[in-house]
């Protein structure tokens, strides 16, 4: 069975995932959030996401991670902290060897439920079922990062099946 992590990053909320797969089963391990505080100056909350991601990676063991990248319509102020964070978590793959690739919400919402447009609710649901969950996962940014480690799980093994390419490597 393969362990892919999966990664929401955020500067308040870094959501995590960690699924094992075996073909074209899957199994949810843990899913959960790294929270940081706004009472703490930015440097702390980047220290913050780094050891979570590393006691994640020391504990859980991923052969490989997907993470969701950076979307913006609405909010640009949030934009360059999001993305401090995001900067911290590719560090941590990189300097910890974990193989990653990254992928758009869109890309997420089509590997799991089939269409690029659907609804947060309809993500949630679909993981449910897929992963054999008793609820559905929550919050929106740990569902994301599960979203994320079964997006993975299967273009990465598309990939490698068609192209023999290799998931990125920082």
Same mark, same amino acid.
């Given at each position: 069975?393969?362990?892919?992590?999966?990664?929401?990053? *955020?500067?308040?909320?870094?959501?995590? +995932? #960690? #699924?094992?797969?075996? +073909?074209?089963?899957?199994?949810?391990?843990?899913?959960?959030?790294?929270?940081?505080?706004?009472?703490?100056?930015?440097?702390?909350? =980047?220290?913050?996401?780094?050891? *979570? #991601?590393?006691?994640?990676?020391?504990? !859980?063991?991923?052969?490989? %991670?997907?993470?969701?990248? #950076?979307?913006?319509?609405?909010?640009?102020?949030?934009?360059?902290?999001?993305?401090? %964070?995001? *900067?911290?978590?590719? !560090?941590? =793959?990189?300097?910890?060897?974990?193989?990653?690739?990254?992928?758009?919400? =869109?890309?997420?919402?089509?590997?799991?439920? +089939?269409? *690029?447009?659907?609804?947060?609710?309809?993500?949630?649901?679909?993981?449910?079922?897929?992963?054999? =969950?008793?609820?559905?996962?929550?919050?929106?940014?740990?569902?994301?990062?599960?979203?994320?480690?079964?997006?993975?799980?299967? !273009?990465?093994?598309?990939?490698?099946?068609?192209? +023999?390419?290799?998931?990125?490597?920082?």
């Amino acid at each position: 069975m393969k362990v892919i992590l999966g990664i929401d990053p *955020g500067l308040a909320s870094t959501g995590y +995932g #960690i #699924i094992k797969c075996a +073909g074209s089963r899957f199994r949810c391990i843990v899913h959960g959030m790294i929270r940081t505080s706004p009472r703490d100056g930015m440097g702390e909350r =980047l220290v913050q996401i780094h050891r *979570g #991601i590393t006691d994640i990676i020391t504990t !859980y063991d991923p052969e490989e %991670a997907g993470i969701e990248t #950076i979307y913006f319509s609405k909010n640009f102020k949030s934009a360059i902290p999001v993305a401090q %964070a995001r *900067g911290v978590v590719l !560090y941590t =793959l990189a300097s910890r060897g974990v193989p990653f690739a990254e992928y758009t919400p =869109l890309e997420l919402k089509q590997a799991v439920v +089939g269409k *690029g447009k659907a609804e947060k609710i309809q993500v949630q649901e679909v993981l449910k079922m897929i992963l054999n =969950l008793k609820e559905l996962p929550t919050p929106d940014h740990a569902a994301d990062a599960l979203a994320a480690a079964f997006c993975h799980a299967n !273009y990465s093994s598309f990939r490698r099946h068609v192209a +023999g390419s290799e998931p990125n490597h920082v």
